[in-house]
């Protein structure tokens, strides 16, 4: 059986992700006949337990979409959103972003932060879009995307852990962000809210909480699930997106944008999801998706995984 024969033989959700991981580690072995029919004989046995793993991620995925909803829904509508359309969601795949570094940061260098990078992305950043009150003004959208708040409030001079003092989060809200966020070692959150919320009256707690919920719900989606079941070998690109439409909904992977690094754009190192601004609560249904430009991944890209 061809491998888009036996790609379209498996049905459901859970069936179409567990036939692209098998498909992506069998194409992985350097494209040797043999390596390729031995994956394909191990298939069957190795189906099972693949189905169990992307069963509980889809679950989990739906229970977060259909939950009557309060303590799930809470931090994603507890954050206001006037003024501008819509949220890019910044999540790092933390092995891909320290290989491809060429003076890694703290976050990367450390072991005790590098715990759980195996279970999924980590946070960079919830980026606003460009405020209609900058747009007024005469500002871009490139020159909002490279200098954000900072046009209103300069960057300091000197890095973040010196310049701002901590944010103040709740104890619960701090902890689960540590595990969401290593880059906070680097100070990493105190300069994303300088520099995309601030100016925008975000309230910290309400930006961060909503923040984590949106990783988190990513990662507990048969795309986390997919991506994380293939750290350490090398996928298709458009397998990638495939992934991300059996998990979020048919014609949504426009609204993954795929960031590359290392020689050949070859190198995941981050995924960039577009969610309406009025519709964040809703996340993470189909129609709270919008489009993402483009990124510039190879058509196989590899995902690192920490030695």
Sequence with gaps: MSPRAWYRALTGPAATLVAM???AMAASASGAQEAQEAQEAQASGAVEGAQASFAQASFA???FAQASGEEQNAPLAGLPAEGFDHYTLALTWHPGFCASRSRPPRECREPALREGADRGFVLHGLWPSLPERFADRGVDRRRWWRDGCFLETPRP??????AHPPLSL?????RRLEAAMPGRASCLDRYQYAKHAACLALPEAAY?????ALVEAVNESAFGAFVTLNQGGEVARNALIDAFEAAFGEQT????RLSCGGRGNRLLTEVRIGIA??????FPAAES???QPRGRCATRVRIARFE
């Design 61 to 63: 995925q739906a229970s």
């Design 289 to 291: 998706l919008v489009r």
């Design 21 to 23: 991981a098998l498909l």
């Design 253 to 256: 992977g426009r609204s993954l």
């Design 157 to 162: 001079d000197g890095g973040f852990c010196r």
């Design 170 to 174: 709740p104890a619960g809200l701090s």
């Design 208 to 212: 961060f909480s909503a923040s984590v």
């Design 277 to 282: 601004a009025d519709r964040l609560a809703s």
